[in-house]
């Protein structure tokens, strides 16, 4: 199921990242040999066949001449979608489960369950130190991390990558809500199309290689706990203008994306509202408590505003993602602290 590659050669890796893709085996575990043998580290990244940021930042790695302080073990694991035509355009290949939401047992459903599995078998196997599972955002973002549960070890773990963590209860069947024996942290590195992705995840993936110590490090995070997400009713209709459009329910503007993870003030609108107002909206929790829509947003000559200054992350503009997923995520409290 999950094929190995031991001490890859540079010599053996094509140039280009699309060549180093289409000649990989399948889903794969590549281990890297460190200069400390005794411990292991895993990163995982490309579980999504869009995600092109950690692959291409392994690809630079193991075309330099550097060794990773402890032995790295990368996992790749939806190499058939990213390699689908055209180019890392597939989250997951049209008949199959988001790989990312079958780390839940039980596993013999499907092929993606059976690759979960043995991704997890793997993982638990090497008795890791710790697990980084490395993505990138639908939409434009900057970067960020993503845990379940809250400890100095994670907070440290985060601070090698990024300065903004989203700790969240949500249970999804990911990777990082699994026991795995060490302390697991989600990346997001960016949107794939954005410029600084792929730099974050290259000097992310450097000092998750290189530093000889993991968890000593003390930085600065941003910490929003608990997001709550804002999503559309069934059958409501939402669309992305720069004007109210009159056949929808919920009209957001075009720009919602420039608010990711910036303060919005209690006068920013947000977009433009049909007849039946905020009745359109549900608050959708990662626990799953009930929230009323009016608690959070209010409506103000057919435009939606918040009721109070909150931080929106994860806003998209596509209308699909929208309707099935949700117009994004919000909290209301931001606290800077330490490890
Ligand atoms: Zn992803």
Redesign the pocket.
């Known amino acids: 199921m999950l094929n190995v590659i031991r001490a890859p050669r540079r010599e053996d890796i094509a140039p280009r990242v699309n060549e180093f893709l289409r000649a990989l085996p399948g889903p794969v575990a590549i281990h890297l040999p460190g200069r400390d043998s005794s411990r292991t580290r895993v990163l995982v990244t490309l ?2 066949g869009n ?1 092109p940021s950690g692959l291409e930042a392994l690809h630079l790695w193991l075309l330099g001449d550097e060794q990773p302080a402890v032995n790295v073990v990368v996992i790749l694991g939806s190499v058939e979608a990213a390699r689908a035509e055209p180019l890392f355009f597939l989250r997951q290949l049209p008949d199959q489960r988001d790989l ?1 939401r079958c780390f839940n047992p039980p596993y013999n459903k499907d092929e993606q369950g059976q690759l979960a599995q043995s991704i997890l078998r793997y993982i638990r196997d090497l008795k890791p130190e710790a697990v980084v599972d490395m ?2 955002t639908s939409g434009s973002s900057v970067a960020f991390a993503v845990t379940v549960g809250d400890t100095p070890a994670q907070r440290a773990l985060v601070g090698h990558f990024v300065n903004r963590l989203i700790v969240t209860d949500l249970r999804l069947g990911s990777l990082m809500e699994q026991d795995l024996g060490c302390p697991v942290v989600t990346i997001e590195a960016g949107g794939s199309l954005d410029e600084n992705s792929d730099i974050v995840a290259q000097q992310g993936m450097r000092n998750f290689f290189l530093a000889s110590e993991l968890f000593s490090e003390s930085r600065e995070i941003a910490l929003f706990r608990h997001p709550l997400r804002l999503e559309l009713r069934q059958h409501s209709r939402i669309d992305y203008a720069d004007r109210a459009l009159h056949d929808r329910d919920i009209t957001v503007r075009q720009d919602i994306e420039k608010f990711n993870f910036a303060p919005i003030d209690v006068d920013e609108m947000l977009g433009w509202l049909g007849v039946d107002g905020l009745s359109h909206l549900v608050i959708g929790s990662a626990c799953q408590q009930p929230h009323a829509v009016s608690e959070f947003f209010r409506v103000e000559a057919g435009c939606l505003y918040p009721v109070q200054r909150m931080h929106l992350f994860m806003a998209t503009t596509r209308p699909d993602i929208a309707a099935s997923d949700c117009l994004f995520y919000f909290v209301n409290d931001v606290t800077i602290d330490t490890i």
């Open positions: 579980s999504h995600e990312n993505h990138n």
